[in-house]
């Protein structure tokens, strides 16, 4: 089944997928990114929720819930002594706050969830949290990540696709998988190489086929052209071996073409953005160039 088929985007269009990243932070503008994607129509959204969802850790809010804690207790015209005892009583306060965090959490995902749907107008959405690791903005350990991706799932709203990152711990892979499984979420498994272009690279693209994904995606860095040569024969070589559907990307300037041309060797969705400040890894082309390319 091609990706199209699977994601049932416009099965017969024979141009790959473009997936626009939704970058956004705590801090930006939803309304200028909703308008783009408006204007340029891609066919599918990536959530890169680590842009987002460190903000909202259990660390940041218990921090806030301590500091106003904190001022409220000052506030008080009471003794110092009084002042002293109620500070103390913060460490019931952390007790109970992290019985609660669970609920809290569910609640917290919920409303980032349907903030996102919201945003993309429900288009088809990819669910990505993309660790500084990898090349991404998150800083959650990977149990954070896991019960993230999973919580975002049973959301109640469905996302055409979930990443998630191949180095991840087995045992936290298979519940994301569990999860989308569940929801009927075809999964994405991702590897980055952000340095260098693996000489086994066919090896590693076997290696994740053992999973049970839908999607392998790869994104490496070339050093030059060869490499990204390189990049797109793995991919025509592997889609004959392997069940998935194949995404291969060689980053980074050089990596351009692989963008434009990976199609024609089996790479069946590319990542481009809509605009130059949205863009979410190197060589990234913008949506207008890109379909400047192809005409
Ligand atoms: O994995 C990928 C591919 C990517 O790194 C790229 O090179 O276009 C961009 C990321 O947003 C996405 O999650």
Redesign the pocket.
Known sequence: MTLRQLLNIDPTNPKPLI?V?M?LGPSDKFGPFAQALDEQNPDLV?W?ADYIVDAFSQDVIWQEVKAGAQAEVQAKEVSTLTQAKLMSELDTARAEFLENWPLMQVQIVKELVANAFQTVNNRPL?L?Y?SKA???MGELDEPAIASFLVTALKAGFHFAAV?LEDSMDEGLKAKVIEAAEKVKTPV?L?Y?DWQNTPKDLADIVKKMSQEAVQVL?L?VMPENEKDVDFVLETCQQMNQQVDQDL?M?A?GGL?ERS?IEGYRYGSQL???SLGKKY??????LTVKDLLRAWS
Do not use: C, N, V
């Open positions: 997936a990243p970058t990536e890169r990819i990505t993309r990898q090349g991404g990443d994405i991702s980055h995606k994104a995404i990307i980053m990596g963008r590319t990542f481009a863009e979410s890894a190197s060589g990234q």
